[in-house]
T-cell receptor
Framework: GEEVAQTPKHLVRGEGQKAKLYCAPI?????VFWYQQVLKNEFKFLIS????????ETGMPKERFSAKCLPNSPCSLEIQATKLEDSAVYFC????????????FGQGTRLTVV | RKEVEQDPGPFNVPEGATVAFNCTYS??????FFWYRQDCRKEPKLLMS???SGNEDGRFTAQLNRASQYISLLIRDSKLSDSATYLC??????????????FGKGTSLLVTP
C-alpha cells in the first residue's frame, strides 16, 4: 500500500486484559518502527524491525510487550496484562531505510486502559 | 544525555511573526535530518528534509550546521495554521548499525491572532 495502515484506530481494554495492535507498512519498506506517545509527550521508541527481524528492541518493556513482523502479514504489537500507564497513542512508521529518505507514519492506535 | 534535544516551548507568537526553532544532536555520525509537524496527537508528517546546503520551501527555511551539530527551522510570516508541534528527527544509517531514527521531544508553537 501507499500508506502505513494501523488498526484499530481506538482500543479500550480493562486493566489486565490483552491488547493487540496492527501495522501494515508501505509496500517495499524494509524498516518498521513502533513508538508510544503518552498524552502530548515525547515519542518513546519501543522497537524496530528490519524486514521480519527485530533490529532494536531496547525500548520494549519485555515482560509485557512483544512484537512481530512476519512475511505477508501486518506487523503486530501485543501488550499482555495491560496497565493504566499503557494508555497512549501507539504509532507505527516505516521507511525504505536508504539515506535521506524519510519515515512515514500511520495514523496511530489510541489505547485506553480502564 | 538525549540523542536529540529541542526546546519544548511553547512558543506563542502573533500572526505574521518570524519564529525559529533549534535542535541539537549528540551523535556526530548522524546522517539525515528532518523536521516533522504533528497536529494535536495526529501522526507526524514530514515538513522538510534538511540538507547540508540549507533549503527553503515557501515560508520555511531549514539549516544544518554539522560542525556544531544543530539544525534549525525558521518560519516567516506565521499563520494561525502553523500552530502545531514541530519534531526534529535525526537518523543514522550504516552497514553495521542499520537504520536508527531519533526524535526530539518536539517544540510547541501557538500562533495567535
Amino acid at each position: 500500500g501507499e500508506e502505513v495502515a494501523q488498526t484499530p484506530k481506538h482500543l479500550v481494554r480493562g486493566e489486565g486484559q490483552k491488547a493487540k495492535l496492527y501495522c501494515a507498512p508501505i509496500k517495499g519498506h524494509s524498516y518498521v518502527f513502533w513508538y508510544q506517545q503518552v498524552l502530548k509527550n515525547e515519542f518513546k521508541f519501543l522497537i524496530s524491525f528490519q524486514n521480519e527481524n527485530v533490529f532494536d528492541e531496547t525500548g520494549m518493556p519485555k515482560e509485557r510487550f512483544s512484537a512481530k513482523c512476519l512475511p505477508n502479514s501486518p506487523c503486530s504489537l501485543e501488550i499482555q496484562a495491560t496497565k493504566l500507564e499503557d494508555s497512549a497513542v501507539y504509532f507505527c512508521a516505516s521507511t525504505s531505510g536508504t539515506l535521506n529518505t524519510e519515515a512515514f507514519f500511520g495514523q496511530g492506535t489510541r489505547l485506553t486502559v480502564v | 544525555r538525549k540523542e536529540v534535544e529541542q526546546d519544548p516551548g511553547p512558543f506563542n507568537v502573533p500572526e505574521g511573526a518570524t519564529v525559529a526553532f533549534n535542535c541539537t544532536y549528540s551523535n556526530s555520525a548522524s546522517q539525515s535530518f528532518f523536521w516533522y509537524r504533528q497536529d494535536c496527537r495526529k501522526e507526524p508528517k514530514l515538513l522538510m528534509s534538511v540538507y547540508s546546503s540549507g533549503n527553503e520551501d515557501g515560508r520555511f527555511t531549514a539549516q544544518l550546521n554539522r560542525a556544531s551539530q544543530y539544525i534549525s527551522l525558521l518560519i516567516r510570516d506565521s499563520k494561525l495554521s502553523d500552530s502545531a508541534t514541530y519534531l526534529c528527527v535525526v537518523n543514522m544509517f550504516g552497514s553495521n548499525s542499520g537504520y536508527a531514527l531519533n526524535f526530539g521531544k518536539g517544540t510547541s508553537l501557538l500562533v495567535t491572532p
